[in-house]
């Protein structure tokens, strides 16, 4: 929470892998807004994925990726890729907006 967040030093950076509901992600996007943290890595938010709308996809110094450190122990997961990639590559020769694309 914002709290917590306070007390870690400007030159910090958090990195959450774990689960999205870990980190207040509002109170997130606003410590990065105001230069309190000097970094943040992101593999889960809350909500995911992250709404087009939310305020951490305008903040400087964060890097957020797609769900991807739990790797691909599943062979399920493995199907999962497959079929998103496959899905891509055709909207990809089809001149079509991309699916999981991070800006």
Not at 56 to 72: E, Q
Request: a negative charge; proline letters at 8%.
């Amino acid at each position: 929470n914002a709290q917590r967040l306070a007390l870690m030093k400007p030159t910090a950076i958090l990195v959450n892998a774990g689960r999205g509901t870990g980190v207040d992600n509002l109170a997130l996007a606003e410590a990065l807004q105001a230069g309190k943290l000097w970094g943040v890595a992101l593999d889960v938010t809350e909500p995911e994925p992250l709404p087009q709308d939310h305020p951490l996809w305008d903040c400087p110094n964060l890097l957020l990726t797609p769900h991807v450190a739990g790797g691909d122990h599943l062979d399920q997961t493995v199907r999962n890729i497959v079929a998103i990639a496959l899905e891509n590559l055709r909207h990809f020769m089809a001149g079509e907006p991309l699916r999981n694309r991070v800006l």
